[in-house]
């Protein structure tokens, strides 16, 4: 079992960059594929990005592609999200994910078994 805390929100303009931290407990978390999903206003929560267990594949939405990058530090616990050139339509709470091996869809919240409570991010035009 592990449990995730994000940290790092904000409010940033258009154009700046924000850091999301995601630390989790347990001695395992190295067996874990991680993921970032976030979830707009009114609208459902979506996939943003994911991470294997060993931090050799990523996989990102097309929408932020080319501006937010994923990492991990499976000494320190923790799950990065690096977020350049935000945008408005970036605005949301931003999630992490755990799922231990590898989730069956990488971009299915259902796939996923362990979640933090979220970080809100806000992205001013």
């Known amino acids: 079992q592990v449990q995730l805390v994000e940290s790092g929100g904000g409010l940033v303009q258009a154009g700046g960059s924000l850091g999301l931290s995601c630390a989790a407990s347990?001695?395992?978390?190295?067996?874990?594929?991680m993921g970032w999903f976030r979830q707009a206003p009114g609208k459902e929560r979506e996939f943003v990005t994911a991470?294997?267990?060993?931090?050799?594949?990523?996989y990102y939405a097309s929408s932020v592609k080319g501006r937010f990058t994923i990492s991990r530090d499976n000494v320190k616990n923790t799950v990065y999200l690096q977020m350049n050139s935000l945008k408005p339509e970036d605005t949301g709470v931003y999630y992490c994910?755990?799922?231990?091996?590898?989730?069956?869809?990488?971009?299915?919240?259902?796939?996923?078994?362990?979640w933090g409570q979220g970080t809100q991010v806000t992205v001013s035009s």
């Open positions: 991470i294997s267990s060993s931090g050799g594949r990523t």
């Open positions: 347990g001695r395992t978390f190295s067996m874990y594929a």
């Open positions: 994910a755990a799922q231990i091996g590898w989730p069956k869809n990488y971009v299915s919240q259902g796939d996923y078994g362990y």
